[in-house]
Every structure is written in C-alpha cells, then in structure tokens.
C-alpha cells in the first residue's frame, strides 16, 4: 500500500501525519513502529491520522498514536499541527483564525494567526481543565495536598529508583503526567547523569531515568515523565514521553507543568516552559482551564509504501 504523509512539528515534537477524512486507514503497531523509525522510515514521534470532525465547528479529529504504536487520549503539539495541516489544506474558511480539533479526550478549541501567505505557524490552544484526582489521573498514590477550590491531588510525592528519590506531583491533561521538580541536583545519584561531575537538567539521563518511572506500579496506565528546573524567568524541562522515550517537547507535559508549578506553590499561572525544542507559554487561567501557545510547522511531504 502507498501511503501519502506530510510531516509537521511543534517545538520539535514531530509527527506523520495521514489524511484519513474516509477512514479507510488502519495501522497495526508494527507500521506505526516503521513510519517512526529514524533510520528505516519516515522518523517521528508519533503518527497522527487526520480524520473529519465529529463536533459543531470541528474541522478535523486528531487520532494520535505513539511511535511504539499505543493509542494515546491527546496530543499538546499534535493538536496544534493538525490545526495547521486543516487550515493550510482549506478545511477552515479562509476568513477565519480559530477552527476546533476534535480528540479521544475531547473538542479543543484554538485560535492562529495566518502569515501573508495565509499559511498557520502557531496557535493558541484550549487545553480544557487539568484533571487532578488521583485515581482519575490515574495514579494509585494518595492525595497529599488540596487546591485553593478544594480539590485534592497528589504533590512531591518521593518515589525512590536506583537513580535516586524523585519527587512526582500528578496531573492528567487527559493523559497521565508525573512532573519531577528538581531542586538539589547533587541529592541525585551519579547514575543518573551522562556527565556525574556536572549534576544538571542538561546531563541527567532521561533515557534511562523516564524508562525506569514510566511503567511504575504508581501509574497503572503508565505515564509520561517530566523533569523540571524552577529557573528565574522560566521552567526548564526535558520529558520521557509515555510510548516513546525522551521528545524534544511534550505540550501536555508542559501544561502538567505549569499547573504543578501552580498547584505546588512554586510559580504563578503564567510560565514559559523551555524544551530542548523550543518553549511554550502556557496559562493555568483563573476559570480553572489550560491555555497552551507554540508553534506549527510543516516540514515536507511525500509518499512511503507500506
Ligand atoms: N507529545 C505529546 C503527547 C503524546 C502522547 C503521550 N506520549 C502519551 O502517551 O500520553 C504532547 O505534545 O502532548
């Protein structure tokens, strides 16, 4: 079978992306495993198959699936380039600069801008309300700490690896996040770096370290794993994503981010979250909802057979 792709990113999280408006595509995890494959196939993240909108105002559906060929409910970044791919292929009235993307974990309403040729390059992005619950996240350790509203949810609690003590706070974006904030690095055992001698964000070894907590009995549904450095004007962060291994950015990640900087007393509700592939401004509202800003970028197109 010859299947046509584009290939977009967000931050540098990247994507094949495949028109499947009349559902006729089905992937088994093995082709997923190939289309992702660096060295053997396209190379992404994952692959996002573009199907029609379910909901009033939806342009598009974003089914996304990880490179190791698990479904997953959402996609920060996906979402934003399925946007992009449905305002630049026409699906959006051209007069317009917001459209809806449907997804497993609900419709996500976003709001771009286009360039003078009419072309998407970022977009604003309603993330909808974090889901803090613990046995909703899901995880299977207890609520330590209640929000200013009354709602509880799991907060720095330490978990030990052969690599040290990591303390998790919990947050669901629609898919499970444990964000690790680190504040004594030299706390952290030497196998935890690339470089021991420089016990940083910049030399931990998130390969090795997000692959020991992503299938931990504390989440059932495993989860992706977040690394984060509290810096004077940002949050620094690097992340083992759920189904992959370590991305160049995660943009539920950086939304479980921001709300668990919030929620833990370590920010305010509007943080830059600076990835290895770019930053993200994201905003925990008042109104209690996730609002995510990045970029969209589409890098080329082709065909592969399968
Ligand atoms: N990169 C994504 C998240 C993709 C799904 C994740 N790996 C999971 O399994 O939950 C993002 O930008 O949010």
């Not at 680190?182 to 997000?210: H, M, Q, R």
């Amino acid at each position: 079978m010859k299947l046509h792709f584009a290939k977009l990113h967000g931050a540098g999280n990247d994507f094949v992306m495949i028109d499947d408006r009349d559902r006729s595509i089905d992937l088994s995890p093995d082709q997923v495993a190939f289309l992702c494959d660096r060295h053997f196939g396209i190379g992404a993240d994952g692959v996002i198959l573009v199907r029609p909108g379910e909901t009033e105002g939806a342009s598009a559906f974003m089914h996304y699936i990880n490179a190791d060929g698990t479904l997953a409910q959402m996609c920060g970044n996906g979402v934003r380039c399925t946007a992009k791919w449905a305002v630049d292929r026409g699906l959006v009235d051209s007069s317009a600069s917001a459209t809806v993307i449907d997804t497993l974990s609900g419709p996500k309403p976003i709001e771009f801008a286009r360039d003078e040729r009419g072309l998407m390059r970022a977009a604003t992005v309603d993330m909808g309300a974090p889901i803090l619950e613990p046995s909703q996240v899901p995880t299977v350790l207890a609520a330590t700490g209640a929000t200013e509203d009354g709602r509880s949810f799991v907060g720095d609690v330490t978990l030990k690896s052969p690599f040290g003590n990591f303390r998790f706070t919990c947050v669901s974006m629609g898919n499970p996040h444990a964000v690790a904030f680190i504040e004594d690095w030299e706390a952290l055992y030497d196998a935890a770096f690339t470089d021991p001698g420089n016990k940083s964000l910049a030399t931990l070894d998130v390969d090795k370290v997000g692959a020991f907590f992503e299938p931990h009995a504390a989440f059932p549904e495993k989860a992706n794993i977040e690394f984060v450095s509290i810096e004077a004007d940002h949050l620094a962060m690097r992340v083992y994503e759920r189904g992959v291994a370590e991305t160049l950015a995660c943009g539920t990640g950086a939304c479980a981010v921001g709300v668990a900087a919030f929620i833990t007393g370590r920010s305010g509700r509007v943080n830059d979250v600076r990835l290895l592939g770019g930053t993200l401004h994201i905003e925990y509202a008042e109104d209690g909802r996730v609002r995510m800003t990045g970029p969209a970028a589409q890098v080329f197109e082709g065909d592969i057979e399968l």
